[in-house]
Structures are given as structure tokens and as C-alpha cells.
């Protein structure tokens, strides 16, 4: 006989309820502790840090910046903060303002925290140079000591501003890079910002002896530049020269080298003092060869015919049947520049004669959709990737958008916008034979470490070596008979093409207002260099065979001297 006690089944199912809230809280205080030991591991540690250490970031070294003959276009110089240990402070606050007073810039002085005996590092005043530095410790306050850190300084002053860019601060106070090459170069050039600690009691109390723990500082990395310091100079010298003489309101000069997209100057204007660049207009920041957009006129015949010519839509000494008057499109009515009209002109005598009826014609039988694809193929609509920051690229209409009338007035340069960089970046692609290279800047960035060469980047081949050859011929057919062959320097083959478009405000175009351009390359058998001169609103002549042409030759005079290229033709 089996004797089982009263509610033995009762209290089995009680054990094992038990035994499983026992078995879950054991479980659940395993899960919080793995939270707390593991995956918060780091961050209660760096709490816990916190609680007996304090940091103090030190000052990096900012990269340097190098032209392509080793000169230093930015450097760093010595500056001072000047900062308060109020633990050993032994005068007023009164008496530390008057005698700081006279090195404050004008601004007040912020030194309340010297009242807190707790703090051991109190920042006082920033950007002192080397002699103010002297004057304060020649007044032997105690508590007062000073921090060096490196402050960007220009050797050339403002050359190049608006390619450099500048070094601001950012939210939070932190160095940083704005716009060209330190904004784009901003995380190579910054270096790694170093912390000295130091360890503080239970009441947050500093302890001196623990100082001078640090983490060390990696300074920034260099650049070396593609640009040539004397080829900068020269160009930023005749485009001011330039402006004056025409009258012009802003203009711009960008030299490229045609075999690899290395920019060899580039020079605006307005620009600005980048050293002192608070006191500027803001819009002075962007560099309008990169940044602003401009529909380029007579100058963008040469990409047009270049087309055509690739195509085979048309051939150097093809017949224009429609050149011996106006062109009328729907409603509108397309003239030649200077309403002179030529019939029967070969397709050379159309770019020699800046003929826009011609170039209708040209457009007209390239048609609206290749003439698309083969804008896409030499980069425009599209950013060319220019090492600098702020580039922006104007879009073209959607492929499928083109009227009758856009392709007639994009076929001589009107009614499509373009940025400088994109022009000459396209032009340089006929100087070369056809390969269109993506522009830049920097050759090389090292350090004491390493260095690292940039490669030029090869985007495509928009046309062939035979159609380069053919549009050159035209474009120094153009030199040599066009408008502006008065200022054209002897003895020099030179291709190029001037243009004069009208500038478009509210939705129509000033008839008072051009932007006048020459675009060009020399030697034209064997080109060294790529050049774009653009002037807006040239009040002495609004032609860019009057303005901007006699420019870009003076230039080229001086580059010829500078690189001792000889004459070729007699």
C-alpha cells in the first residue's frame, strides 16, 4: 500500500513555480550585469574618467600648402592665448581688466570664472602675436600663463584667396576649412588635435601633479600644388589691369595644362583678403570659376563645330546654303553679330567669321540629340570633379525638351549655361587630341611619413584626334583673320575664338551687358597651355574681340617670355 501526504501535488508545482522565478531573476540579473560590464563598458568608463579627469585640447598644426616650385602659398605663424590659473590668480578681477584692457581688441573680457578657485584653466585672450605676448609677461601677473598654437598665415598675401579658401571656425569652435582647397582638403590638412589631462579630486578640485599627462598631437598633412606661383602673378596682375582698362565690373583668368588637367593659375576678381576674411561680403568667398555660371556666346562655337565635325554632320569646306541672311524660327529672327552676312561660306569661314546663321545651320543638321549626347561627353551638365570645394555645374534641359529654338541659340553659345572650368576643361579636350581630363589642382599630398601622388584622371574621349586636328585649324584660322588679329603677338600659332554674350536678367537680355571671353591654346602644333579670359560687363567695348581677346594675348606674351617659347611662323 503507497502512503502519499496531503497536497503533495500542490506543493511539487509550488517548488517548481518557485524554482523558475528564482531560475528568471537569476537570469535577468545575468542580462543587466552583461548590459552594464559589456556593452556599457566603454561609456561608464570614459563616465568614471570624467569624474576625476579633465581635458584640455592642444593646438595642431595646420597642413601647409606648396605651389609646383616648392614656394609656400599658406604657412603657419606663431600665435598666443592667453589663459589664467585662478588657483594662483592674486589680484581683482578689476585690476586684471585694466591691465589687460589695452590688449583686449575692444572686446570685453570675460574672466568670472577666475571665481572659481576649482578651475585650473581659464582662457583670457586669443590671437596675441609675439610682441603683445612680451608686453603682458613684462607686467609679471601671477596666475597668467600662455598657450602657442599656429595661426594661418599668407607669405603672397591675398594670391590665389579664392582658390585657397580660408580657416574659420565651426559650431563649436573648432578650426575648419571653408571653401576651395581648405575646405576640400579640410580633414587632410587639420591634423589630429592632441588633449593634455589632468586629474581632479572627489570635489572636482584640480591636482596639479597629474598635469602633464597628454595625448600628442599629429600635425595635418601638406599639399603640393599643379600651380605655377609665376604664371599666378602674372595672371592676377593683368586681369587687375584688365578691369581697369575695360571697365569691366568682375572678371576671371584660368590656365590650364591641356596633356593633363593640371591647373597652372587661376585668378579672380573681386576677391578678398583671406587673412581677414570676416570683414568681407561672403559672396566674395566663391570662386565664380568654379561657382558661377555664365552663357558663354561665340566661344562655345568651337565645342558646337567640334560636334558637327565628329559627327560628320558637316566638313571644313562644306557650303552654308542658308548664310545669306536672318535665320527665322517660329517667331523669332537670329542675326549675325554685326549684321553682315556671307553666302556660301565654307564651314571654316563660319567660325572665322563668327557667323551665328551659320552656326544654325551646323546645329541643325548635328540635330537635337546628339548635339545632347555630345554635350554630356564633354562634361557639361555635370560637375568635372575639380579638386576645390564649391564647385557647382548648371543643369541642361532634359534631352527630350529641346525645341527648334533652344538648339538654333545653344549653337552659338546662347541660352545654355556653362561655368568656366567646364569651358576650358571641354576646350582642352581639342588641344589634346580628344581626351578630356578632369582638372586639378594638387599633384601631391605627404606628410613627414608619406607622400601620395594624384594621377590625372582621364574622363573619356569626346571627340577624335582627327576632329581635334580639323577644329584646330579653324580656330587658327579664326586667330589670324578674325576681329581680333590687331593684338594677336607675332610669330606664334595660336588657336582660339572670341565670344560676346548677352547677360540675362528677368527673363530677357540686357542689351547694355555682355560677358566678354577669349578662349585659346598655344603653341597650336604643340600646346603647352589651355587659357580662358572672361570679363562681365566691359564698359569700354562690350566685344570680347575689343576686351577680353587683347587681354588674353598680353598674357600669352608673358608666358611665352616666362617659358622661353620660341616663335614658329614668320
Not at 34 to 56: D, M, P, R
Request: charged fraction near 25%; include cysteine.
Amino acid at each position: 500500500m503507497t502512503f502519499q501526504l496531503p497536497f503533495a501535488d500542490e506543493m511539487v508545482k509550488r517548488i517548481k513555480l518557485l524554482s523558475f522565478f528564482f531560475l528568471f531573476f537569476f537570469l535577468l540579473i545575468m542580462a543587466k550585469l552583461f548590459f552594464w560590464q559589456v556593452v556599457k563598458s566603454k561609456e561608464l568608463t570614459n563616465l568614471s574618467v570624467q569624474q576625476y579627469s579633465a581635458f584640455i585640447d592642444l593646438p595642431v598644426e595646420r597642413g601647409k600648402i606648396f605651389t609646383a616650385d616648392n614656394f609656400p602659398l599658406v604657412l603657419n605663424q606663431p600665435n598666443f592665448l592667453l589663459y589664467a590659473n585662478p588657483q594662483q590668480v592674486k589680484i581683482s578681477f578689476s585690476e586684471i581688466i585694466d591691465k589687460l584692457k589695452e590688449f583686449s581688441d575692444g572686446k570685453e573680457l570675460k574672466i568670472s570664472s577666475l571665481a572659481n578657485k576649482n578651475m585650473l584653466w581659464v582662457p583670457l585672450l586669443k590671437n596675441l602675436n609675439e610682441e603683445t605676448k612680451e608686453k603682458i609677461e613684462k607686467m609679471a601677473i601671477a596666475g597668467l600663463g600662455f598657450e602657442e598654437y599656429p595661426k594661418r598665415f599668407y607669405p603672397e598675401a591675398s594670391l590665389s584667396a579664392q582658390l585657397l579658401g580660408f580657416v574659420g571656425s565651426d559650431e563649436q569652435g573648432q578650426e575648419m576649412g571653408y571653401f576651395g582647397l581648405e575646405g576640400y582638403f579640410d580633414n587632410e590638412l587639420k591634423g589630429k588635435t592632441g588633449k593634455r589631462n589632468f586629474e581632479q579630486d572627489a570635489l572636482g578640485r584640480p591636482m596639479p601633479v597629474s598635469w602633464q599627462i597628454e595625448e600628442k598631437t599629429i600635425a595635418g598633412r601638406n599639399l603640393f600644388l599643379n600651380l605655377d606661383r609665376p604664371l599666378q602673378f602674372l595672371a592676377e596682375n593683368h586681369l587687375k589691369k584688365g578691369l581697369e582698362k575695360y571697365g569691366a565690373s568682375a572678371g576671371s583668368v584660368t590656365i590650364m595644362d591641356p596633356q593633363d588637367g593640371a591647373i597652372l593659375a587661376m585668378a579672380s576678381f573681386p576677391s578678398y583678403d583671406q587673412a581677414n576674411y570676416s570683414i568681407f561680403d561672403p559672396e566674395l568667398f566663391r570662386n565664380p570659376v568654379i561657382s558661377s555660371s555664365f552663357e558663354p556666346g561665340s566661344i562655345f562655337k568651337t565645342i558646337v563645330m567640334a560636334i558637327g565635325l565628329d559627327t560628320k554632320a558637316v566638313r571644313p569646306n562644306d557650303l552654308c546654303p542658308s548664310c545669306n541672311g536672318p535665320k527665322k524660327i517660329s517667331d523669332y529672327t537670329i542675326k549675325t553679330w554685326n549684321d553682315k552676312y556671307y553666302p556660301n561660306s565654307s564651314i571654316t569661314d563660319i567660325i572665322v567669321h563668327s557667323d551665328n546663321v551659320g552656326m544654325i545651320y551646323v546645329g541643325e543638321k548635328i540635330n537635337s540629340s546628339r548635339f545632347y549626347d555630345y554635350l554630356k561627353k564633354f562634361g557639361f551638365g555635370d560637375k568635372t570633379g575639380i579638386d576645390l570645394q564649391g564647385e557647382a555645374s548648371p543643369q541642361l534641359r532634359n534631352k527630350n525638351d529641346w525645341r527648334e529654338i533652344d538648339l538654333a541659340t545653344a549653337s552659338f553659345g546662347q541660352g545654355i549655361a556653362v561655368t568656366p572650368i567646364q569651358m576650358i576643361t571641354a576646350v582642352s579636350a581639342i588641344a589634346n587630341g580628344g581626351i578630356l581630363f578632369q582638372p586639378q589642382v594638387v599633384r601631391k599630398i605627404f606628410d613627414d611619413s608619406r607622400s601620395i601622388t594624384i594621377d590625372p584622371v582621364k574622363k573619356g574621349n569626346p571627340i577624335s584626334a582627327e576632329t581635334a586636328e580639323q577644329i584646330t585649324a579653324m580656330m587658327v584660322e579664326a586667330v589670324e583673320k578674325g576681329e581680333a588679329k590687331w593684338a594677336k603677338p607675332k610669330g606664334y600659332l595660336i588657336a582660339g575664338k572670341t565670344g560676346t554674350a548677352q547677360i540675362p536678367i528677368a527673363g530677357h537680355y540686357d542689351p547694355q551687358k555682355t560677358v566678354a571671353s577669349f578662349i585659346g591654346f598655344a603653341p597650336a602644333d604643340k600646346p603647352r597651355f589651355v587659357m580662358l579670359v572672361s570679363l562681365n560687363e566691359p564698359k569700354s567695348s562690350p566685344w570680347g574681340s575689343e576686351t577680353a581677346a587683347p587681354l588674353w594675348f598680353e598674357i600669352a606674351k608673358d608666358i611665352f617670355r616666362l617659358w622661353h617659347i620660341p616663335t614658329s611662323v614668320k
